[in-house]
C-alpha cells in the first residue's frame, strides 16, 4: 500500500484505480503477488479475446519487426488491410477515418458531419443517460453533469432527450440538428438498452428530416452484444459508425465510418491525426475483427449471454439488461455504494465495475472478454449469489 501511495505522486488525480499492482494478464485474468483475479470488464470493453491473446500477439511481433510509426503521409500494408477487413462488417458505401480513441472517432464525427449543411444546420440531437468521451465536444455530447459541471461552458448546441420517438420527431422536424447521436446501448450510463424498435424509428425520422444518424459503437460494437454491431439487431444503416475499446485488440484505436452522402464533402486538410491507425494498432485490430465476425464465434457470446442472465434472474434472484456478454445486474437503489460493491467482489479475487444511473438504480456492470468459459462465469455467479445473501438484497 505504501508503494500505491508513491506511484500516486506520479499522476494527476484522475482515476479510482485498484489498489495492487498488476505483474501480468492472461485469458480471463489479472496476476497480482501471487493472486489472480477474475477479470469481468476486460479493461472496460477492450480485451474481446482475452489478455495476451497468442494470434494477436503473434500479429503485432510480426509488425514490429516492420516498422512502428509512419505518419498518415505513407501508405500502410498495415492499415489497408486493416480497412479492408473492418469494411467487410458493414453494408453499403464506407470511407474510414482512423485515429487512437473513442473520444477521437467521436470528434471527428462531430466535426465532419456538419460539412454537408455548410453551416445551415448547427445543433446535435443526444439522448438522456449518455455517454460519448471526455475531450471538448464529446463531454459536450455527454448528459452526466458530474462529468461536465467542473469544465463549463462546453459547446452549445447539444440537445438531450428521453428515448421517445414522438418527442424526437418532434424535435428533428424543427430543421435545425446536424445528426442525432446514440448509443443502441447505453455503456457508461449503466447498459440501458432502448424501447424495441427504437433505433429503427429513429433511422426513420432521420431520413424525413435530413438528419444525419451517427451511431456510437465504441462499447457495444465488435461481437459484444452477439452480433458484431449492436445496430444489426435493428436491421438500420446508420449515415456514421464510430469504434474504439475492442476494435485495436488492446491496443489504442478509433475509428469513424463515414457513409458516401458525407465522405464526398471531404478534402485533404479537413481533419489530421498524427499517430491515428497506427501500424500495430491495425494488425491487431485486423486479427480481432477475422475471429469476431464468425458466426460459432457471436452464437457463444450469445450462448453466454443467455447462460448468464438466466442464471441471475432464476437463480440469484437480480433483474439484468443488455444483450449478449454486454450486461448490467440490478442490485439495488442510491443507498448501494458503488465502491461497496466493487471492493466486495475484490477481495474475493473479481475485478467488476458497478455504476450508479441516471434511473435512480445502482449496477454491476458485465463486460467480460468474449472468451471466457461457463467454468470463469460460474466463479463471478457463486460471488454474487454470496454478494445477495451477504447485503440481504
Known sequence: MLKIMRYEELFLNTYQRFKF??????????????KKYLDMISGVGVNSLGHLNKSVVKEIKKQISLHLHLSNLFWQKAQIMFAQEFLKTLKGNYKLFLSNSGAEATESALKISKLPYGGKRKMFLCFIGAFHGRTYGALSATYKEDFKKPFEPLLEGFNFLPFDLDLVSKELKKNQYVAVLIEPIQGEGGVIVPPDGFLKGLRTICDETDTLLIVDEIQTGVGKTGKFWCYEWDDIKPDIILSAKAIGGGLPLGVAAFSEKISQYVKPGMHASTFGG??????AGRVVIKQVRKKSFLQSVLNKGKYIKEKIQKDIGFQVEGRGLMLSVIVGKDNTEPSFINEFFFKRQIIVNSLKTYKGDTRIRILPPLTISKAE???FLNVLYDFKLSNKI
Request: aromatic share 8%.
Open 21 to 34: 499492482l498488476v505483474d501480468r494478464a492472461s485469458g480471463s485474468f489479472i496476476y497480482s503477488g501471487g
Open 278 to 283: 497506427n501500424p500495430l494498432a491495425c494488425s
Open 377 to 379: 462465469i460460474d466463479i
